[in-house]
């Protein structure tokens, strides 16, 4: 068998520009790091050999182009790529190269020809590479799912690679075609049989024929007398309609005249109604405007009181503020002052000290300074002398001096710092004070907040509490405005309660006259016995006191139709023919003394008692609501206890009711007189409602309530911020305290240290005396030269003179420096000076603005006050005028509700006459369309009845056409209509049948029928149902020979057909078998060997030292007879395990089962090689090993399964369409891809993948291990 040599990729995934990997060997090892580019390869072998892009980890195909993120934003755009595998049979070679164009599609080539996809598919199959069943390769972490799939999966896969699944499209079309064929064949016999039973049946039919025929005419006879008696009922129900009618058109005419006299005068009084309720809402409408105008001006002006108050607080306190500043200024220039008169001091000082020195030594004992140097010179090396003779003295005098001159540097500091203690302790002064004065502006300001804030609170608790008393007020109003509101409303409900029963009477009078069997209402059938269980009954009842009982549920629906026609409002109908009922127990009767059956407390007739019995049930009336409780819920009776008070008890264990209710049928709340009444009810209504607006509109407490709760808030704010700036002013005051009293005691200190320094330096300078005394004494000799050159009397007067020249320079050197600290200190003053003049200009000019808006804002209050007043006046005059009017109103209203009553009390009676002559005109309408509906019947029927005019071609036959007559056609057309022109004839009518239409019947009970005429109307129709059901049970069939010729055709027609369906269901059959015997065949053979190999591979790979056998593996079919249509279960027993499911192994054990079934499956059709990739991830170190060497041996050695033969043979067939480039398969070849060196390194050759940093591209490099023996 052909091997695979090389793989040639060009930019492709990883690999960039064109690359050759390879050669490969029999056993070769893919290694690498991770992302060097080793699953590229794998998806480069796939893309190859046309496997889907699902499985190369891309969408589209665009997506395998080489990629580099050095060239994402250059032009160097890679668009094209390819791989290509070149396999060796013998010596030739052959290339299958597949590219990705420009346009993202692939074009394939096989050994550099272009060809289609099938082709290419085509050419690998040659060499048993099968696309669709991937034989060539497992893909990384696929190998345990290879193990785990199920095993209708496994079936898909033998089926792929045996060849069977090219038989599946055909083998389901043969299928479907023979179970259509047999479908038709039965049908064909089914259809066969059919007509031979059809034929059977037609003889019968024909003798039945002519006794169908006999009892028609009798029908047709007694059909015309029934509809001749039918129309001469309603011949004579509309002579007497036509009277009534007529007489009922008079009254009305004489109601409507008086009707529109009462109407002219509802319209002229509307009218006058009208033009006062417009007075009135005009006057309302002014009320309405100057009341909001009102409450707009109200708030401005509170709030403008609310800002001249705080501009009168503002205006205070910057009076105050500039007081403080003027105080600040005069401080601050007595103080500018003072420290001018100091500098002037100073420096008068200063230049009278600089006078002084000059005048004592401007006679001085040296001619020049030159002079004076030479004998400074001259003295201190005679005093050098001097140190070496008296050197003890000198030590002494040395050692005094310096004492003294450390003692002065001590009291000069000591004087600087009683100088800055001073200073500071001056500044700490004024800020304490400053601090004082703010401390007592902060308390009265504190104090004056805290006593607004608390007036602010008691007016916002004294609105409350009259905004309360206006609630309370109001409430009450409110309490007593729906009291009266009640009371009208009840009012009126009696009033139109009472109107309603009006109408309702009328109606069921309507329905009396018009229907026979309308009995009544139940509350009028019956009554109670004693007048105390009238409420137990009514709350009985319910909704069904204003029921009405009928004799039949025909009668019910008759009398809906008459209400829905004429538009007469609803009704409930109880027929006593078709009410169900339960009995009641007698034991309910004995429950309790003080209870009875609330049946058995009415009166009534014994022909009503099943709607009687309907409605009450079984509830009980008790004496009180113990008793009830008693029955209810001690003894648990399961009924509805009603108490003489009108208490309930539902079977539910609920209570409701107690005393009388005012709501539905039970109105006792007000009598009859008080419906006159109404107008006092209505004119205390408006009292009220007037009462409650000014109550409401007069005032204005949540907008009051509002603004105080604001001022509140901010007055709030303000004592925070005061107290505040009271409690930092009382620390800061405070610690200024401490501070002056820590520098007070400070001072005090510093001066104690002066006066022990003063002291100290006093003793010093007596004892610098003694021994300068001493000293001079001894230093006499060596000066008196010195003494006599320069003119001093004694060396004590040239010391003298050096001494006072030397404190006459520090003096004035002293002098300078307290000139340039006042003359600093002056500077600063002055500029404190101005800062307080600035502010004090700012505060005054702010003064000025603020006095003027509080001036404004003054005037303005003014102004708003006085339009508040004139409005206030100006309301209370308009508010007495709209109670005038309203007034003059309710009386207008009270007098068109008169009138109004008036005309509605005629238009009342007119509309019952019109009412009555509508129902009457609508029962002459109805026995017209009887009429008709007889006629037309008659027509549809071909009932040829006797006339004397007329014509029943007149009468349409279209219902469509009938009900357009009737609704075009008016009362005063009903004679001209075709209908009124066909005259029957009677005298074939039987003389019996005329004398049940005799006077009495044409009356007013006729419309609902005598006894006679109902009985006579039941014999015609039972008469006539009975023929009909003879004749509906005869059937007969007039084309009965017709029939028996047309079933003999169709019967040899039939024999026909199915003899031809059962030949095509034959040949279907044969053709069917075949498919199915080659089908089952190829996937047998090859079931059959991978069931025989794959034990074998198994426990290669399985075996070791410790079990030498191996494990055992095996296949089972789930379905024997077709077993490409059910699935292939495998199973795997590891060495010294006991058997388990495949889902129960673990990942290694998995994946060696897994192997063996893919070497069963490749030793059946290898294909040139077999590529692995990481299918060693899940094993340990021993079956890696393992693996290894039967990969090592498997590519080395000749075929290990005796099936060479079969193999041979089985590869032959597959090809046998075009020439074979197939060679001997008993060599095989395996590229592993491994990370695991116990395999790789068993390999024969390794190709290794790198990654080349600098081009980010994959490289390989190809090592022959062979060279390397171990």
């Known amino acids: 068998m052909g091997q695979l040599i090389r793989i040639e990729v060009e930019n492709f995934k990883s690999y960039k520009g064109h690359q050759v990997i390879g050669p490969f060997g029999p056993f070769t090892a893919v290694i690498g790091p991770n992302g060097s580019g080793k699953s590229n390869l794998m998806d480069a072998i796939s893309f190859v050999l046309g496997v889907k892009n699902s499985h190369l980890r891309s969408v589209q195909l665009k997506e395998l182009l080489y990629h580099s993120p050095h060239t994402m934003g250059s032009k160097e755009i890679i668009k094209k790529a390819s791989v290509t595998i070149v396999l060796q049979v013998e010596d030739d070679e052959f290339h299958f190269k597949r590219s990705i164009t420009i346009t993202g599609g692939s074009e394939y080539y096989v050994n550099n020809d272009q060809v289609d996809y099938q082709e290419y598919k085509n050419q690998l199959e040659k060499f048993n590479i099968i696309t669709r069943a991937k034989n060539f390769l497992v893909f990384q972490g696929d ?54 039973n059809e034929l059977k049946s037609v003889l019968k039919q024909k003798s039945e024929l002519e006794n169908y025929e006999k009892k028609k005419s009798e029908l047709s006879k007694l059909n015309v007398e029934y509809m001749l ?120 000082a200063k230049n009278r000290a600089k006078e002084s020195s000059e005048s004592s030594l401007g006679k001085g004992n040296f001619k020049s300074q030159s002079d004076e140097s030479e004998a400074i010179s001259e003295y201190y090396k005679l005093e050098s002398q001097l140190n070496s003779e008296s050197q003890k003295e000198s030590e002494s005098l040395n050692q005094i001096s310096l004492k003294i001159s450390t003692l002065e540097m001590k009291i000069a500091k000591a004087i600087k710092k009683k100088e800055d203690l001073d200073k500071q302790n001056s500044e700490k002064e004024e800020k304490k004070r400053i601090y004082e004065t703010q401390l007592i502006e902060n308390s009265t300001s504190w104090n004056e907040l805290t006593a607004n804030r608390d007036k602010i609170t008691a007016d916002i608790s004294k609105t409350k509490k009259s905004h309360e008393k206006v609630r309370a007020n109001e409430l009450e109003l409110n309490e007593k405005l729906k009291i009266i509101l009640q009371q009208i409303s009840q009012t009126k409900a009696i009033e139109n309660e009472s109107k309603k029963e009006r109408k309702d009477a009328e109606v069921l009078a309507a329905l009396k006259r018009l229907f026979k069997n309308v009995y009544g209402r139940v509350s009028e059938l019956c009554k109670p016995t004693q007048r105390k269980y009238e409420l137990a009954a009514m709350i009985t009842f319910g909704k069904f006191a204003e029921a009405i009982v009928v004799d039949s549920q025909s009668t019910a629906i008759e009398c809906i139709r008459y209400l829905r026609e004429q538009r007469a409002g609803k009704a409930t109908f109880l027929p006593l023919d078709s009410l169900s009922t339960n009995t009641v127990s007698d034991s309910l009767r004995r429950a309790h003394p003080n209870s009875r059956l609330v049946i058995d407390v009415l009166e009534y007739d014994s022909k009503y008692s099943k709607a009687i019995s309907f409605v009450c049930g079984s509830n009980i009336v008790c004496d009180t609501l113990e008793v009830a409780r008693e029955l209810c819920y001690t003894r648990n009776l399961s009924v509805k206890a009603i108490t003489l008070d009108g208490s309930v008890i539902h079977k539910s264990g609920n209570i409701t009711g107690g005393t009388f209710s005012s709501s539905g049928s039970l109105k006792t709340s007000l009598d009859k007189w008080e419906r006159g009444n109404i107008n006092s009810l209505i004119k205390t209504r408006d009292e009220l409602t007037i009462s409650l607006d000014k109550l409401t509109k007069g005032r204005n407490f949540s907008h009051l309530i509002e603004n105080l709760e604001i001022q509140l808030s901010d007055v709030e704010t303000q004592c925070l911020i005061s107290n505040d700036n009271l409690v930092r002013t009382k620390r800061w005051l405070e610690s200024y305290s401490l501070e002056v009293n820590s520098l007070n005691r400070q001072i005090d200190v510093v001066t104690e240290e002066l006066e022990a320094y003063y002291s100290e330096k006093r003793f010093l300078e007596k004892e610098l005396r003694i021994t300068t005394d001493k000293y001079n004494k001894a230093s006499e000799p060596i000066f008196r030269k010195f003494c006599n050159k320069y003119n001093f009397s004694s060396i004590e007067e040239f010391n003298s003179i050096m001494e006072t020249k030397k404190k ?38 702010l003064l000025d603005q603020v006095n003027a808006d509080l001036i404004s804002t003054k005037t303005e209050i003014k102004m708003l006050e006085s339009t508040l007043n004139s409005q206030i006046k100006e309301l209370s005059k308009l508010r007495k005028e709209y109670n005038n009017l309203q007034e003059a109103y309710s009386f ?25 002559k509508s129902a009457k005109e609508t029962d002459l309408v109805k026995s017209f369309d009887k009429k008709l509906a007889v006629l037309r019947k008659c027509r549809l029927e071909n009932i040829n009845i006797p006339l004397t005019s007329g014509s029943l071609n007149s009468i349409p036959i279209s219902l469509a056409s009938i009900s357009t007559m009737t609704e075009n056609v008016g009362n005063s057309d009903l004679f001209n209509n075709p209908v009124h022109n066909i005259k029957p004839d009677y005298t074939s009518l039987p003389q019996s049948v005329k004398a049940k239409l005799n006077s009495k019947t044409i009356s007013d009970e006729f419309s609902a029928d005598s006894q006679e005429i109902v009985s006579l109307d039941t014999d015609y129709s039972s008469r006539i149902a009975s023929i009909n059901l003879e004749l509906s049970s005869m059937a007969p069939i007039s084309l009965a020979r017709e029939k028996l010729n047309s079933l003999q055709k169709r019967l040899e027609d039939s024999d026909k057909e199915f003899s031809n369906l059962r030949n095509v269901a034959k040949d279907v059959h044969s053709r069917f078998s075949s498919v199915k015997k080659n089908r089952y065949e190829l996937f047998t053979r090859m079931y059959n060997h991978i069931s025989q190999s794959i034990d074998k591979f198994y426990k290669i790979l399985t075996k070791s030292s410790i079990f030498p056998i191996g494990g055992t593996a095996y296949l089972n079919l789930e379905n024997t007879e077709e077993p490409y249509l059910g699935g292939v279960k495998y199973h795997a027993m590891p060495p010294l395990k006991r058997f388990r499911d495949m889902e129960l192994l673990s990942g290694g054990e998995k994946t060696v089962a897994a192997l063996a079934l893919l070497f069963a499956l490749q030793s059946y059709l290898p294909s040139p090689f077999f590529v692995l990739d990481e299918v060693d991830a899940a094993l340990d170190l021993a079956n890696v090993v393992q693996l290894a060497n039967y990969l090592r041996l498997r590519s080395s050695q000749s075929q290990i399964l005796d099936n060479k033969d079969n193999i041979e043979s089985e590869i032959q067939k597959r090809s046998r369409k075009s020439e074979s480039k197939k060679t001997d398969p008993s060599n095989f070849q395996f590229i592993v891809i491994s990370l695991k060196q116990p395999l790789y390194e068993r390999a024969g050759t390794l190709v290794g993948i790198y990654k080349d940093q600098e081009n980010n591209s994959s490289r390989t490099l190809t090592l022959d291990l062979n060279r390397y023996p171990d």
């Open 808 to 845: 006459n320079s520090s003096q004035q050197l002293e002098f300078s420096n307290l000139i340039s600290k006042l003359e600093n200190q002056l500077l600063f003053e002055k500029e404190q000076l101005d800062i307080i003049q600035n502010d004090l200009s700012r505060k005054k000019e």
């Open 892 to 916: 207008e209203t009270s007098k068109l509700n008169i009138i109004r009553s008036q005309f509605s009390d005629a238009t009342s009676s007119m509309d019952v006459i019109n009412k009555s």
């Open 229 to 348: 008696w039918k129309l001469l009922q309603q011949d004579s129900k509309i002579e007497k309609d036509q009277l009534e009618i007529e007489s009922m058109a008079s009254q009305v005419t004489s109601l409507l005249s008086d009707s529109n006299k009462l109407g002219l005068e509802v319209e002229s009084q509307r009218r006058v109604q009208a033009k006062s309720f417009k007075e009135l809402s005009k006057a309302d409408k002014s009320v309405k405007i100057l009341e909001k105008q009102l409450e707009e001006n109200q708030p401005t002006l509170i709030a403008y009181k609310g800002k001249s108050e705080i501009i009168a607080k503002k205006v205070s306190s910057l009076i105050s503020n500039i007081e403080t500043l003027n105080s600040d200024s005069k401080r601050q220039k007595s103080i500018t002052q003072t420290m001018e008169r100091e500098l002037e001091r100073v420096k008068s």
């Open 143 to 196: 190998v345990e799912a290879i193990a785990s799939q199920s095993p209708r999966d496994l079936t898909e896969l033998i089926e792929v690679m045996s060849g069977s699944i090219e038989y599946l499209k055909e083998y389901e079309t043969l299928k479907k075609e023979e179970k259509n064929a047999a479908e038709l064949s039965n049908s064909s016999f089914n259809k066969k049989r059919a007509i031979a």
